[in-house]
């Protein structure tokens, strides 16, 4: 918590910014789905909670550039960096359906986590600005990371959708004036299937962390001679991949279709989030060149599966 504070306190300032219209924006859709009180002002709110999810938006991608411009690279080196790059491509897809579909509860969830995520950012201890080692400063660090990170925007916006899909099973609708047809919005209630949403981002997901694995085993022949190294980041990676692949598969079977595919849907998605967040608690973190903080000393190397790694 005191590192979370101290963070807060030197953090750019428009880090701080994008914090606090998140958060102001996560507080107005609350307001929409929770304030019993508020009945004729709801809709009035709302309005101010999509134009401020924007603005942070906006400001999120400032923000990123910037990063960018003064870093003179890729900013995703960090976790500071990468949770902003996450949000800055989780809030676009999120912004896109809830403007279209105004499902109110899409975005007060798609918020949610996005507030989380730059919470965690604050939490860790690499916001500044690092260098970048040697194996990073390749052509195929940008496409890599660029669409390993739609992966796990897309695949989270399947994961809201689930859980969307879950309270609102195929084409039902609800109740006019109910909690849930106000929380879908007006529009949704009737017309958005969720359960096609949940598949249809899914495979989008599936698609990008595809092409993910595939440039960085080419980036990763470049930097080290080998295209695998069993990795224990690059082993995760190739185990979320599998779990959505045999997801996306058993939606084919129809004793698996429906509500018992969302949960599946939801259950995979679990795989992204350790591999993402769970690898510094593992004992074989020290192997792996994929960590985005408690870098090695400069010049070490490490040997995996007799691929000898150059680190920092």
């Known amino acids: 918590m005191a590192e979370f504070y101290a963070n807060s306190i030197k953090a750019d300032p428009a880090f701080q910014l994008i914090f606090g219209l998140y958060f102001l924006a996560l507080l107005a859709y609350g307001l929409c789905h929770f304030a019993p009180t508020l009945k004729d002002g709801k809709d009035r709110i709302y309005q101010v909670a999509r134009v401020l999810f924007l603005a942070a938006w906006v400001l999120n991608a400032y923000l990123f550039i910037h990063r960018g411009i003064v870093a003179g690279r890729m900013p995703a080196k960090t976790y500071y960096e990468s949770l902003i790059y996450f949000t800055f491509i989780f809030g676009l897809l999120a912004l896109v359906i809830e403007?279209?579909?105004?499902?109110?509860?899409?975005?007060?969830?798609?918020?949610?986590?996005?507030?989380?995520?730059?919470?965690?950012?604050?939490?860790?201890?690499?916001?500044?600005?690092?260098?970048?080692?040697?194996?990073?400063?390749?052509?195929?660090?940008?496409?890599?990371?660029?669409?390993?990170f739609a992966g796990y925007a897309s695949v989270t916006v399947a994961f809201v959708l689930g859980i969307l899909a879950l309270l609102k099973p195929g084409n039902a609708g609800f109740e006019p004036g109910s909690f849930c047809a106000r929380a879908m919005g007006a529009d949704a209630s009737a017309v958005v299937n969720f359960e096609n949403l949940n598949?249809?981002?899914?495979?989008?997901?599936?698609?990008?962390?595809?092409?993910?694995?595939?440039?960085?085993?080419?980036?990763?022949?470049?930097?080290?001679?080998?295209?695998?190294?069993?990795?224990?980041?690059?082993?995760?990676?190739?185990?979320?991949?599998?779990?959505?692949?045999?997801?996306?598969?058993?939606?084919?079977?129809?004793?698996?279709?429906?509500?018992?595919?969302?949960?599946?849907?939801?259950?995979?998605?679990?795989?992204?989030?350790?591999?993402?967040?769970?690898?510094?608690?593992?004992?074989?973190?020290?192997?792996?060149?994929?960590?985005?903080?408690?870098?090695p000393a400069p010049g070490q190397s490490t040997t995996i599966n007799g691929v000898n790694r150059q680190m920092y």
């Open 199 to 295: 598949r249809q981002w899914a495979r989008f997901g599936f698609l990008m962390l595809t092409c993910g694995l595939v440039t960085g085993s080419i980036w990763a022949k470049f930097a080290w001679g080998e295209y695998w190294a069993w990795d224990p980041k690059e082993n995760w990676g190739l185990v979320s991949w599998l779990v959505y692949g045999v997801v996306l598969h058993a939606q084919h079977v129809p004793a698996l279709k429906g509500r018992k595919a969302v949960w599946e849907s939801i259950f995979a998605w679990g795989f992204v989030l350790f591999t993402y967040f769970g690898m510094g608690m593992l004992p074989t973190k020290s192997q792996s060149m994929h960590l985005y903080t408690d870098p």
């Open 99 to 148: 403007w279209t579909r105004k499902v109110r509860l899409l975005g007060f969830i798609a918020l949610l986590i996005i507030f989380s995520a730059l919470a965690v950012a604050l939490n860790k201890a690499d916001i500044e600005i690092v260098t970048v080692p040697p194996a990073l400063q390749s052509a195929w660090f940008l496409p890599h990371a660029t669409l390993y």
